[in-house]
């Protein structure tokens, strides 16, 4: 079974993280871990993460593993990396404060494009809607494949 890591990046986001949150926790696909790296927030932040937390605990058709750390960081990108050292899915998605999923079957969307096979492939990617304050669909973000990936013989485009 494909597992999935999901970092969520923070700092003094209180305002746009629930809709992150929530994106996350209705995902229909279970075999997710949700990382959430927090830069110290002042904002009410370490309080919204926990009562997802018991949200996610009381939920008895999710079975998300929640890790939160909520301390000093660099920046986004020492926070990325924080992400990344406490992964253990097979793939990483970064969602940071703000980002939601289209819809609730994306996970499942993209285990189904990976398969259940041994062979996974290396790098998955897909096309990006972009939306406004509101939430409203602006334009589709196109990511065509990488020349320097062509010669990768196992990459996944969903």
Same mark, same amino acid.
């Given at each position: 079974? =494909?597992?999935?890591? =999901?970092?969520?990046?923070?700092?003094?986001a209180?305002?746009?993280l629930?809709k992150?949150?929530?994106?996350?926790? %209705?995902?229909?696909?279970?075999?997710?871990?949700? =990382?959430?790296?927090? /830069?110290?927030?002042?904002d @009410?932040?370490?309080?919204?993460? #926990?009562?997802?937390?018991?949200?996610?605990?009381? *939920?008895?058709?999710? =079975?998300?593993?929640?890790?939160?750390?909520? #301390?000093?960081?660099?920046?986004?990108?020492?926070?990325?990396?924080? /992400?990344?050292?406490?992964?253990?899915? *097979?793939?990483?998605?970064?969602? *940071?404060? @703000? !980002?939601?999923?289209?819809?609730?079957?994306?996970?499942?969307?993209?285990? @189904?494009?990976?398969?259940?096979?041994?062979? %996974?492939?290396?790098?998955?990617? /897909?096309?990006?809607?972009i939306?406004? !304050?509101? @939430?409203?669909?602006?334009?589709?973000?196109?990511?065509?494949?990488?020349?320097n990936?062509? /010669?990768?013989?196992?990459?996944?485009?969903?």
């Amino acid at each position: 079974m =494909i597992r999935f890591s =999901i970092i969520t990046c923070t700092y003094q986001a209180a305002s746009e993280l629930p809709k992150t949150l929530e994106s996350v926790l %209705h995902q229909r696909y279970r075999h997710v871990e949700h =990382i959430i790296i927090d /830069g110290a927030s002042t904002d @009410g932040t370490k309080d919204i993460v #926990e009562r997802y937390i018991q949200a996610n605990d009381d *939920n008895e058709d999710c =079975i998300h593993r929640v890790v939160f750390v909520s #301390e000093p960081d660099k920046g986004l990108y020492d926070a990325m990396n924080k /992400g990344l050292e406490k992964a253990t899915g *097979n793939y990483v998605v970064f969602l *940071n404060a @703000g !980002d939601t999923f289209p819809s609730t079957d994306t996970l499942e969307h993209i285990a @189904g494009c990976v398969g259940e096979g041994e062979a %996974h492939p290396g790098v998955l990617y /897909g096309d990006t809607d972009i939306v406004d !304050d509101t @939430g409203v669909f602006c334009v589709v973000a196109v990511y065509p494949l990488h020349e320097n990936l062509l /010669g990768v013989r196992s990459v996944t485009a969903c």
